[in-house]
């Protein structure tokens, strides 16, 4: 499967699962990010780091490491 890290710009993702334990799965979980969530990809910064992402309606900025361990569907 594929993980939000690797989704191309201007696509639109299912989260499929969460990675991840304890604090880490809680912070992501927290910002909205949860099985079944439709994520759209804005943009990535221009050194990769971080990803600008829409959730729920409202924009999010996610580091590389958080976005590898959300993996979706597309």
């Given at each position: 499967m594929?993980t939000l890290r ?19 799965r809680r912070?992501i979980?927290d910002?909205g ?10 943009k ?6 971080p ?5 729920r309606?409202?924009e999010l ?6 976005a590898q ?6």
């Amino acid at each position: 499967m594929a993980t939000l890290r690797e989704t191309q710009i201007g696509k639109t993702v299912r989260v499929v699962k969460l990675h991840g334990e304890g604090a880490i799965r809680r912070r992501i979980m927290d910002m909205g990010i949860t099985k079944g969530t439709e994520i759209f990809v804005r943009k990535v910064a221009p050194l990769g780091d971080p990803i600008e992402v829409q959730v729920r309606g409202y924009e999010l900025s996610l580091r590389k490491a958080d976005a590898q361990l959300i993996e979706v569907a597309g």
